[in-house]
């Protein structure tokens, strides 16, 4: 209510007077912002009050939360905040201090960087530095510093990452927002909302930077009676929103098919992989077939072979705990049998045979222990992991792996008999590790050299 909120803000104007640590103070300062933002009201006597720190003597920290604790209460600027946010905001405004705030401080501060209006530049050229070194911070941390920046130059960032939002033309954008988006376009950061293309590779075609591909083709179209020639992606977009779906799933509409040769429908299937234009959908019985024809059978054709590594190239240094872009690209390398480079093993997830089947077998093992394994043998998240490492253990017979299949068998085996609970789970596991023995000789040979040290494994027949 209005008296709890009063008398926060005199709490807040008294911790204000004494406090000395700039940090500290900097919240603060937010916190006395913040309360009459959430509270939907202005409060234009609390400017006064935040003048003193906004005096170029005050931390540079400090005067960026004073400038936009001023915004929030006041919806405006005076002379003196519009003054020093810039300099605080240039200097202090970086990925790693920008976790400290909810999910206000993007809209507050791209709120602020419209107001001044020449903000955007400085923020884009900041955050390109940090992207160029990306491991620098965390995803959430660059994903809220871009969303920032794209604010700030007036883009309609959405916050939903999943948001269906048309991509726009290129000349919708005014001058200055193109030179932004051209700045970030070639980083793995997400536009989402803005009307620019989500995958990084059609982003940088889109832009021609990049060479057209199938999807930025020309092509004639009749839309609304009249004729336009538009890119294929464009086509593609208006068919999808216009009409209802095709009475059989499929992922290319049947009208954009038809002027399509079948490379051309590979071509364009294949990058809708990458996200490309946000044109992803199930494919129907024959485009996949139609993919394959032309990626898999030995009559492959060449052209897009190489795309398909352009995709599975493009997304090596992308700083995230998994690629953005779907299963399908490296499905279908691991269907021509090819041997899938050192830089892809990230890609590739442990219990994914078919792709783990294509590995030497040191970098199967690392992609195990990437995972990384349960170091507690006798947690509950061990007992889940046991039949499933020990499951790929003929592709992965390490000694390291074998080690923690024996140590965490005996540790879970161990924990269950102090409980008086039941083993079925363990001796499962038993099971399964003798059976996968018949057949793997290094399983067998483990066992036989590890029976020594442990006594619950039965001795040979």
Partial sequence: G?????AAARALGARRTVETDPFALAHLLLASG???LFAGERHPSLASELTPFLADDQPDLVRTAAALAHLASTHDLSPAAAKALPAALHEHLRPDTVGW???????LVAAVARRLGDVAPVLTRALREDLEDSELYSTNQKRYWARITLDAAGLDVDYDPWANTPVRDLDDFSPPQQEIIRELAPFFIEFTGTGVPRGRRARLRWLGVAPPGVLEQLKEWTVDGETVRWPLWKIWQHERSEGPPPAEQSCLPPTVAAVLTDAERAEALLETCDFSYDLSRRFSADEENIVTDHIVTDHANDRLVQVLREILDDHTNEPASEPTFSARPLDLWAA??????PAWDWYVRWRARKHMALLPIERREARVLAAPLPEDLTSNETGLRLPAVIGILDLVPTPRLLTWVFDAIAAQRA?????????????AAISQLLKLAETVPEVKAALDDARRTHD??????
């Fill in 101 to 107: 705030c909810d999910g206000r401080w993007p809209h």
């Fill in 2 to 6: 209005q008296g709890d909120r009063d």
């Fill in 415 to 427: 924990h269950c008999l102090a409980r008086g609970q039941s083993l079925g789970n363990v001796d």
């Fill in 336 to 341: 021509r049998g090819s041997e899938i480079p």
């Fill in 34 to 36: 913040f309360l009459h």
């Fill in 456 to 461: 619950w494994i039965p001795e040979a027949g």
